[in-house]
């Protein structure tokens, strides 16, 4: 099983401010299986990105994705109050499917 | 616009089995691949399983020996059983289409 590890755990930024969240894999991934999600309290995840770096149907171009191997980023520039949420990578190259444990983005 | 909606028992009671159903609205359930997800309260998400629209399935393996699948697609529908659940077992469960569409998630209780 491939287990994805976030960080940092929580990440406390200011609107406006720049967030870059990162995912590492256990071993390497094949770059078009490695999406991001976002989800707010009491709401089903919602797909950011997909492929590393493509965005998904009506994401706003300040969601960015990269990577390559092991190591993958989601970048969000200027933060806007409703990006205040927490944050998930997942591979789904290799069965099991796993996710990793999420990154809090909280307003500083 | 496609939606899915999870229905089912909020309580099941331990060593019993988890049914739940995803209606699927919008879109014919005779393609694309349909999965289950589940959170437990306060925690990460956990990739259960998918079928396909033919019937084939992947299981992860930790649920794997308790997990069973089905489609029925005269009715738009696709299920999920968990047999011989525990407190564990209590979360939120989502059904989604690919990874874009998701149900609204529906909480199940495993308690006496």
């Known amino acids: 099983e491939i287990v994805l590890t976030q960080s940092p755990g929580t990440l406390s930024l200011s609107p406006g401010e720049r967030a870059t969240l990162s995912c590492r894999a256990s071993q390497s991934l094949t770059s078009i299986y490695l999406g991001w999600y976002q989800q707010k309290p009491g709401q089903a995840p919602r797909l950011l990105i997909y492929?590393?770096?493509s965005r998904a149907t009506g994401i706003p171009d300040r969601f960015s994705g990269s990577g390559s191997g092991t190591d993958f980023t989601l970048t969000i520039n200027r933060l806007e109050p409703e990006d205040f949420a927490v944050y998930y990578c997942q591979q789904y190259g290799n069965s099991p499917w796993t996710f990793g444990q999420g990154t809090k983005v909280e307003i500083k | 616009q496609v939606q899915l909606l999870e229905s089912g028992p909020g309580l099941v009671k331990p060593s019993e089995t988890l049914s739940l159903m995803c209606t699927v609205s919008?879109?014919?359930?005779?393609?694309?691949?349909w999965s289950w997800f589940r959170q437990p309260p306060g925690k990460g998400l956990e990739w259960i399983g998918y079928?396909?629209?033919?019937?084939?399935?992947n299981y992860n393996p930790s649920l794997n020996s308790r997990v069973t699948m089905s489609v029925d697609t005269s009715k738009n529908q696709f299920s999920l059983k968990l047999s011989s659940v525990t407190a564990a077992d209590t979360a939120v469960y989502y059904c989604a289409r690919d990874f874009s569409t998701w149900g609204q998630g529906t909480l199940v209780t495993v308690s006496s």
């Open positions: 079928i396909y629209s033919s019937g084939s399935t």
């Open positions: 492929a590393t770096s």
């Open positions: 919008g879109a014919s359930i005779s393609s694309y691949y």
